[in-house]
């Protein structure tokens, strides 16, 4: 098999567009793409700064290298990083080295938000308080954590997402008929001034494999291991099997109904939801307690958002103090 651009040998195909590419022009490949969107959907402003959230695994580190590669020789646009640390055993261990070594060798700032140091508990810890599941109680404080973080450092979170993900979001929210949670699956979610940052999603039209294929090309260290938490049976997984099977069918299928929900997404129902400024810590609320500060309220007696504040702008000076 031969690159269909350079005719050297060539490394992965790519059926939908049916190429063939070496090394080099799949790598440009994904980055042209990558930059078609982001130019299409204006996701960056001139000199907006850039917040990217990374777990060590395989996409948000593909996204992390993709943007520095990007954006690196523009002085307007600063990358920066944020892990948060989970506290879950080995698997936060490895998947923290493995962030703090990509940004070291690429001088790429990088945001460590511990939550045990944080909050006096791992995430584990957190939701047996709570009583509630591990994984519901970590997206509340995860997503909490990246606005809190962007809306201090006035930037715009960027997440890997990629386009196997959004496909199975879609169709999840649709099969269970949440249409109103279908619009924020859109590759930009507008900000609300400084209570909500603005989120993108640069892997929008990027298929999974094509991330894994990325990172091995390369050569790019990350976690291989799943949280152990995962739950490796639930919907989404399921789905994104059945869309597999279709691509294979009908390659091209699933890049073809992301782009036409690109376009349809502004026509599903807006969340019917108010927007509010939580009352004890200031940030985007639907009720008058944001979903963060009740969690750490039942679990540990206070609510923590106004800490989590406190502890992510001290973060942040003694980075730009370092730098
Ligand atoms: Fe958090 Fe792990 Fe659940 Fe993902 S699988 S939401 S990282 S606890
Ligand atoms: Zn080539
Ligand atoms: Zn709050």
């Known amino acids: 098999m031969k690159c269909s651009i350079c005719g050297r040998k060539a490394v ?23 930059k078609k969107l982001v130019d299409k959907y204006n996701l960056f402003d001139r000199d907006s700064r850039i917040l990217v959230a990374v777990s060590g695994g395989k996409d948000s580190l593909a996204l992390l290298d993709i943007l520095y590669k990007m ?65 519901s109680v970590c997206g509340v404080v995860k997503r909490y954590i990246m606005n809190a973080v962007a809306i201090e450092l006035n930037a ?55 991330t894994l294929t990325y ?28 869309l597999n099977e279709l691509e294979y069918k009908f390659p091209g299928i699933k890049i073809g109904f992301i782009r036409s929900f690109e376009k349809k997404s502004q026509c599903y129902p807006s969340p019917s939801g108010s927007v509010n400024k939580c009352r ?13 500060c009740r969690l750490t309220a039942k679990a540990l007696g206070k609510p923590m958002g106004l800490e989590t504040r406190k502890y992510i702008r001290e973060k942040i000076y003694s980075l730009f103090k370092e730098g």
């Open 156 to 210: 715009v979170v960027a997440t890997g997402h990629n386009l196997d993900d959004i496909a199975a979001y879609i169709f999840k929210e649709f099969l269970q008929q949440k249409l109103e949670n279908i619009k924020k699956l859109a590759p930009v979610v507008e900000g609300i001034n400084d209570i909500a940052a603005k989120k993108v999603r640069p892997l929008y039209e990027v298929y999974e494999k094509e």
């Open 71 to 135: 954006f690196s020789r523009e002085k307007t646009r600063n990358i920066y990083a944020l892990f948060i640390d989970l506290g879950i055993g080995d698997y936060s261990r490895k998947s923290r080295e493995v962030v703090e070594k990509y940004t070291r060798e690429r001088n790429i700032p990088l945001i460590i938000v511990d939550v045990r140091e944080l909050l006096g508990v791992s995430i584990l810890e957190l939701a047996k308080k709570a009583k509630r599941p591990t994984c």
């Open 280 to 292: 004890v810590c200031g940030l985007i609320s639907s009720t008058d307690v944001c979903s963060y």
């Open 12 to 34: 992965a195909q790519i059926r939908y567009a049916r190429l063939s590419l070496c090394r080099e022009h799949f790598s440009d490949y994904i980055i042209r793409k990558v």
């Open 215 to 242: 990172v091995l090309i390369n050569k790019l260290e990350y976690v291989i291991d799943e949280c152990p938490f995962v739950n490796r049976d639930s919907l989404e997984r399921n789905i994104k099997k059945y």
